[in-house]
Each structure stands twice: as C-alpha cells, then as structure tokens.
C-alpha cells in the first residue's frame, strides 16, 4: 500500500518533468516575469530590491497555477483514474500522492531557482535567504489549496483557467503571510516568527484540507 | 479450498446517470470460476453496470455483495481488476514502468512484471514508450495489469475490442486459467467470446 503511494508520486514527478516539460516551463515563465519587472519598473535598485520579496512570491504563485489544470485530467482522460480508485489506496492518499509529486517536479525547481532570481532584482543577502525558506514552506499551501481546483475542473473539458481563476483567492492569505515574513526582518522591524508560523500552520491545514477535498470533488465527479 | 463460498451478487440494482435510469431491477449471482455474459444494444448500459459492481459508480437501488473465504475485510473495489475502453497507460512512459505501478495494487502479489508481459507477447516491447503501440498492443498491456495483481473479479468491459485472432486466443487462455482458479468475471460484449459463459444477461435498451 505505501508502496503504491510512493510509486505514484515517482510517477507523477517523472510525469511532469517528462511530457511537454511541467516544470521548466513554470520555471522558464517564473524567470520571465521576474526579468520583465526591472524593465517595467526602471533602474531604480532600491525599489527593485524593496519590491523584489513580493515579486518573487507573486511570480512563484502564478507558476505553480500554470500546469495544475492537467493534474487529474489526464488521468482521467486515459483511464488511470478509475484504476487508482480500485487500487486499494484510499483516493484522499492518491490525491496526496499526486500533489507531493507534483510539488517535487514544479513547485521544487522554484524554491532551488529563487536565491537565483533574488540577485536579478538586487536583494540583499537576508532578504534572498527569507524569500527562499519562505517559498519552500510556502510553495507546498499553494499546490496542496491548487489541487482543490484541479480536482474540480477534472470533469470539466476545458477549464484550463478556470483553476486559476478558483484557486488564486484561497492563496492569497499564503502569498501575505509569504511576504510579510520577509519585509519583517528587512523593512517593519517586527517579529518574523509570528508571520512565519502561520505561513507554516496554512502549508499544514492544506495538506490535511487539500487532499480530502479533491478526494470529494474528483468522486462528486465520477458520474 | 471452499470454492463454494465465493460468490458474488447482485440484488435489484438501477443506476441512473445525469437524472437518466440507465437500468433498473438488474439482478445475477455468480459463483466461483463462473462467467456472467452481459449482451444488448449500444446505450442499454453494459459498460454502466459494469462500472456500478466496480463501485465506480453510485447505485441508485439495490446491493451488490461479495463473499470471499479468505478476504473478508476487502471491499468490492480491491477484488475487482476493471479491463475498460481506456487503457490507463502513460504515454511517455515505458510498457514496463507503465506496469510497475500497478503491479504495486493491493491484493495478492501475481506475476512478475516481464512474465506478465511474456504472457501477452509484449515483452520484447517492454522499454519502448506506450504511446508508440498499436491499439492491439496497447490492449495487450493493459491485459498484462489482470496478471501482476491478483483479484478475484474480472471486469471486461468489450475484452476483444481491437486484438487480431492470435491475441484473442492468448485472452482467452489466460480468461479461462482465472476461471479455472476459481475466478469470477463479467464481460459486456457483442462478439462471441473466447470462453463459454456460465450465464448472459441481457439488457433491454434504454
């Protein structure tokens, strides 16, 4: 049984990082939009430094969106769903399976490229440190709260941005409680712990909600 | 053992489907190494109920019960092997990596990945990626999954659909060694299949 679990998220990070690329993709289009903003903003360092925290949360949050809608549609599509609801595993542990895959293959590469892009935007060391354990925390809330929605759009033909559209609300109170960690220490002078806990108490309660959620939508969506 | 006590049946059962009664008043026992053949017309519902005993999907009336000597505590869902339209293999991913994942399925442990593939004749195949096969091959493979995990009840839903004469043979071996060892299945069919039946069920068209 736990065999199965860990075969499956195996397959689900093979999976992504195999066909069309998952994860270069989030990652090529999180470089994109990091590397537009001193374009937009202009050359001004210590903006871009002041606003970098945020930008790099709020580019990983897009990525991390952008190969959700596929999550359970091809396996739906191609019949795998039907054998992981026979496979003796319980489906809310099959959707957990998929979503610790899917965060190793697209949410992972994030985290590791994000000490990269901080120096694009010119932070400082403490702040490209923050940004970087912040989203490692952070990025598994996004994926686990996304999941909801790519289970729900399972059963829909084309709901590409529909996902987005469900799902980015529900992260917003991770992308504020992200970004506040890090203009904690470096701008307000407050506390970091508090922000920081309740980054990690939202990537807890979604784990436990996320799973048992989609498990709910995927099977209102067996009919 | 106490094949007798394997058994396997369905009481009054209707399904309905998007408000739609697909069917209703469905009833059938099978016993150990019997076949139940499910005929009828396009749309009166062979792939529904095949999907209903598999749990799949929800009874609208009725029960379906399975009794096993040896596996109590199992639900329907861990003894069924579902054989359907889909196939369930990863494109991208090899014969055999498409296999081992499901050779990790609860129940009793049966062949060897390799041997399952020898089996159907695949396995000379077994690293070429799964969406380079034929249709026939792909069917093949996905009939390679009944044999790395064993369950007592077989879902074939159209088994012969896409297999040439040879390929129907090796089915209809493997189909009638299940059987043979006590196995139950229910196969949804227009063409006559390779085993004889124990019994048919036809559906009316809705």
Request: glycine letters at 12%; aromatic letters at 6%.
């Amino acid at each position: 049984m736990t065999n199965f679990f860990f075969a499956l998220v195996g397959r689900t990070v093979r999976l992504s990082l195999g066909a069309g690329g998952g994860a270069f993709v989030g990652l090529i289009f999180f470089l994109s939009v990091v590397a537009v903003v001193p374009f937009g903003v202009g050359p001004d360092m210590k903006l871009l430094a002041r606003i970098g925290p945020a930008m790099l949360w709020i580019a990983a949050l897009l990525a991390t969106l952008l190969g959700l809608d596929r999550l359970f549609q091809d396996d739906r599509d191609d019949g795998s769903l039907d054998q992981f609801m026979l496979s003796g595993l319980p489906l809310e542990l099959v959707v957990l399976a998929k979503a610790i895959g899917h965060w190793l293959a697209t949410g992972l590469p994030l985290v590791l490229g994000a000490p990269v892009f901080g120096l694009i935007l010119g932070m400082e060391a403490q702040a490209i440190g923050l940004v970087t354990l912040t989203l490692l925390i952070g990025t598994p809330a996004l994926i686990f709260i996304g999941t909801i929605g790519a289970a729900l759009i399972t059963a829909l033909r084309r709901g590409g941005l529909l996902v987005a559209i469900l799902v980015l609300p529900f992260t917003i109170p991770v992308l504020i409680f992200g970004v506040s960690t890090i203009t904690a220490a470096t701008t307000t002078g407050m506390p970091v712990m508090n922000p920081m806990l309740i980054l990690v108490a939202l990537t807890m309660a979604s784990a436990v909600i996320g799973p048992v959620a989609g498990a709910a939508a995927l099977r209102a969506g067996m009919d | 053992m106490n094949k007798r006590q394997t058994r396997l049946s369905a009481e009054t059962i209707a399904v309905s489907r998007g408000g739609r009664t697909i069917f209703e008043q469905v009833s059938f026992t099978l016993g150990a190494g019997q076949m139940l053949a499910v005929t009828g017309a396009n749309g009166s519902g062979k792939s529904t109920l095949l999907r209903a005993v598999a749990s799949l999907l929800p009874l609208a009336e009725g029960t379906i019960r399975f009794e096993h000597p040896a596996r109590d505590d199992a639900t329907i869902a861990e003894n069924v092997h579902y054989f359907g339209h889909l196939d369930g293999l990863k494109p991208g991913l090899s014969v055999r990596d498409n296999l081992a994942l499901w050779a990790k399925f609860a129940g009793r442990a049966g062949l060897p990945a390799i041997e399952a593939l020898e089996q159907v004749e695949l396995d000379h195949l077994d690293d070429l990626p799964a969406g380079y096969l034929s249709a026939g091959q792909k069917r093949r493979a996905s009939l390679a999954r009944l044999l790395v995990v064993q369950r007592p009840i077989w879902l074939l839903d159209e088994p012969t659909s896409a297999l040439d004469s040879r390929s129907e043979a090796i089915f209809g071996d493997l189909l009638a060694q299940h059987l043979g060892e006590g196995g139950l299945a229910l196969a949804a069919t227009h063409r006559p299949l390779p085993v004889a039946s124990h019994a048919t069920l036809a559906l009316g068209a809705a």
